[in-house]
């Protein structure tokens, strides 16, 4: 096993804690993250080489057991959202049959972006260990912009987006509570 090789792990209580592979820190623990970390990176680099899209990796775990390793199939679907960690989660929803899973954990071989963040959030999965930090994602060309924003460090002018809050738009009906068709 690499010693450089590090690890963030997200718990569900949102406190970030860093394991790495010095022996003694965390021995048993460490080597089922770093063998889930693993074939996360591996899918990135299945992906890759397929020209699906970036080199990005995630695999859905339940009970050590690997539910979903799915990588990022942006270019494949023509989808900008398909990215590692939210195919993941859509493969693990219908291989599960449900939209909660907080009782599995995610490995991805990088940091989620916000939207992968949110999906992972919206999941319920509760523990997220990532290998690579957000930085070496920008590194070699990949776009942060909504990390910005969300950190307050950019302008929404960038994105050249035009933004506009419309006043006076009412629904017919509660989106949150209304399950069928509104009239």
Same mark, same amino acid.
């Given at each position: 096993?690499?010693?450089?090789?590090?690890?963030?792990v997200l718990e569900s209580d949102n406190t970030i804690s860093v394991a790495s592979t010095f022996p003694g820190h965390q021995e048993e623990v460490q080597d089922r993250d770093?063998?889930?970390?693993?074939? %996360?990176? #591996? $899918?990135?680099?299945?992906g890759v080489n397929c020209g699906h899209g970036g080199p990005f990796g995630a695999v859905v775990v339940l009970n050590d057991g690997i539910v979903v390793s799915c990588h990022?199939?942006?270019? #494949?679907? +023509?989808?900008?959202?398909?990215?590692?960690?939210?195919? %993941?989660?859509?493969? %693990?929803?219908?291989?599960?049959?449900?939209? $909660?899973? *907080?009782?599995?954990?995610?490995?991805? *071989?990088? $940091?989620?972006?916000?939207?992968?963040?949110?999906?992972?959030?919206?999941?319920?999965?509760?523990?997220?260990?990532?290998?690579?930090?957000? #930085?070496?994602?920008? %590194?070699?060309?990949?776009?942060?912009?909504?990390?910005?924003?969300?950190?307050? +460090?950019?302008?929404?002018?960038?994105?050249?987006? $035009?933004?506009?809050?419309?006043?006076?738009?009412?629904?017919?009906?509660?989106?949150?509570?209304?399950?069928?068709?509104?009239?």
């Amino acid at each position: 096993m690499d010693e450089t090789v590090e690890m963030k792990v997200l718990e569900s209580d949102n406190t970030i804690s860093v394991a790495s592979t010095f022996p003694g820190h965390q021995e048993e623990v460490q080597d089922r993250d770093y063998h889930f970390l693993s074939l %996360a990176v #591996e $899918e990135a680099y299945n992906g890759v080489n397929c020209g699906h899209g970036g080199p990005f990796g995630a695999v859905v775990v339940l009970n050590d057991g690997i539910v979903v390793s799915c990588h990022n199939m942006v270019l #494949e679907y +023509t989808d900008p959202t398909a990215h590692a960690e939210v195919t %993941a989660v859509r493969e %693990a929803c219908k291989k599960l049959g449900r939209l $909660e899973l *907080s009782d599995c954990e995610m490995y991805a *071989s990088c $940091e989620p972006c916000p939207m992968c963040f949110g999906a992972i959030h919206l999941a319920r999965i509760k523990r997220l260990v990532y290998g690579a930090q957000a #930085e070496a994602a920008i %590194a070699i060309g990949f776009d942060d912009f909504i990390a910005d924003v969300i950190r307050g +460090t950019a302008q929404y002018q960038k994105a050249n987006l $035009e933004i506009k809050r419309a006043d006076g738009v009412s629904l017919n009906c509660n989106p949150v509570s209304c399950c069928v068709k509104c009239p």
